[in-house]
């Protein structure tokens, strides 16, 4: 059973920093393209970033230059480096795991991240 559980959101004033972590179980982390995603109150989950199996990364608009994906395939786990946040920023960030040889998707539960003064 494949399960993606995410940690470290939370809130954070302006200009702050934080980094989020999603472990992966029950799956070859490495053979999969891995990603995050978010979801404001009334909006539509939206691409942050996403990283092949080879370690392309690839950013929204929005977040080139302030956010940093990388994924360590020894710990099956991917991480968001989040930083000059803004009060945009603020949603629910899920990850997202895509194995290459297979059109499965599967997400995790979901982390707050507040940007507020």
């Given at each position: 059973q494949v399960q993606l559980v995410?940690?470290?959101?939370?809130?954070?004033q302006?200009?702050?920093s934080l980094r989020l972590s999603c472990a992966a179980s029950g799956i070859i982390f490495s053979r999969a393209t891995v990603g995050w995603y978010?979801?404001?109150?009334g909006?539509?989950?939206?691409?942050?970033a996403l990283m092949s199996s080879g370690g392309r990364p690839n950013y929204a608009p929005s977040v080139q230059g302030r956010f940093t994906i990388s994924r360590d395939n020894a710990e099956n786990t991917v991480y968001l480096?989040?930083?000059?946040?803004?009060p945009e920023d603020t949603a629910v960030?899920?990850?997202?795991?895509v194995p290459v040889s297979s059109s499965t998707?599967?997400?995790g539960q979901g982390t707050q991240v507040?940007?507020?003064?």
């Open positions: 995410e940690s470290g959101g939370g809130v954070v302006p200009g702050g978010r979801q404001a109150p909006k539509q989950r939206e691409t942050v480096q989040m930083n000059s946040l803004k960030y899920y990850c997202n795991l998707v599967y997400w507040t940007v507020s003064s």
